[in-house]
């Protein structure tokens, strides 16, 4: 018989951060600056070149789209995303299962928002930008916001994939998770960045090199909740 997926086994969880509260304090996100004690980080990686012009809907622009929408990128060994397959990309709760050494952790974050516009750069060029932010709930270790979002210049047809993010040590009861916490905390953090990177990088590559189409709106399938990679699913599996 085979196993149910993630979001059914971790229903329990999924229901209780749906109803959970940030947190940090929304009213305030113009006070999270370096010089008040919070991490603010910028990545990027380029991703591959598109004709200029609109996105092409079987580019890297799109596929790249596809991957951030099912939150595939981050390293299954680190980060795992359990979210319901049907639930609009901005209601999304996740329960974020993370792993370091023996330890499992789980964690809950909501989307705050999702980006999908024309913007204008300071050159007066205009790019397509795609992406959402997740939000850190009770209990996280971490308080903050991530954005994560797809660009694409419209004149020069560069595509690439950028993740900001704000962050601060969270309040952790567990004396013992607090200390490694804070000696390995950021480690981990530019773990994930570098990571995923990496990661969006090379399924964007394969997704062209096969030629991948995408699936008409009522024709498309469900969200994957988890990798559909096969060795991120078969270590998946093992941790069941």
Known sequence: MPKPP???????????????????????????TTENGWRVDDYE?????????????HGSWAAAREVLRN?????????????????PLEQRVMVLRGRFLL??????VRIGGVTDERQTLPTGEQEQVWGYNYRTLEGHFE??????????????????FHVHAFSQTGRISNPFYWIGFRLFGR??????????????????????????QA????????????????????QLDKSR
């Open 6 to 32: 993630l979001y059914q086994l971790q229903k329990a969880r999924l229901d209780a951060y749906t109803k959970a509260g940030y947190n940090f304090d929304l009213t305030r996100t113009h006070e999270y």
């Open 143 to 160: 308080r903050g916001q991530i954005d994560f979002t797809i660009h694409k210049n419209l004149t020069t047809g560069r595509v690439r």
């Open 103 to 108: 330890f499992t952790f789980w964690f809950g």
């Open 45 to 57: 990686t380029e991703l591959p070149l598109e004709a200029p012009g609109p996105p092409d809907p």
């Open 215 to 234: 699936p008409a709106p009522q024709d498309a399938p469900p969200v994957q909740a988890v990798s559909a990679e096969p060795d991120a699913q078969e």
């Open 71 to 87: 939150y595939t990128f981050p390293p299954p060994d680190l980060i795992t995303g359990i979210f319901l397959p049907d639930q």
């Open 187 to 212: 480690m981990l953090q530019r773990k994930f960045a570098r990571e995923s990177m990496r990661r969006m990088k090379e399924q964007v590559a394969e997704m062209l090199r096969k030629g991948w």
